[in-house]
């Protein structure tokens, strides 16, 4: 399985951005499709954006198509969340996700998960 670690998550008011990261390791990033979900207290874990194996698909769930961005640099081995416009309701641990055996996009199901990094939004 691919290794994969999140950064930059923090404290951030209402309205403001920050950019998630996720470094892989450990098998060729590239035939991976990526995802981000995001799990709030006392809430299940959702869906929050997806990007293709090679950058040029990408998928947003309605509560942040708009406001955030997903990118990947597939010679840095990196996943990028580009958050802006931040609401209270975006506060969540934020997981970076892979999966490589899903014939489409986005994947019902991914196999490798990150550890989540604390994203919280003060209104």
């Known amino acids: 399985q691919v290794r994969l670690v999140e950064s930059g998550g923090g404290l951030e008011q209402a309205g403001g951005s920050l950019r998630l990261s996720c470094a892989a390791s450990g098998r060729t990033f590239s035939n991976y499709a990526m995802g981000w979900f995001r799990q709030a207290p006392g809430k299940e874990r959702e869906f929050v954006t997806a990007?293709?194996?090679?950058?040029?698909?990408?998928y947003y769930a309605s509560s942040v198509e708009g406001r955030f961005t997903i990118s990947r640099d597939n010679a840095k081995n990196t996943v990028y969340l580009q958050m802006n416009s931040l609401k209270p309701e975006d506060t969540a641990v934020y997981y970076c996700?892979?999966?490589?055996?899903?014939?489409?996009?986005?994947?019902?199901?991914?196999?490798?998960w990150g550890q989540g990094t604390q994203v919280t939004v003060s209104s």
């Open positions: 996700a892979a999966e490589s055996g899903s014939r489409y996009f986005p994947p019902a199901d991914f196999s490798s």
């Open positions: 990007i293709s194996r090679n950058g040029l698909n990408t």
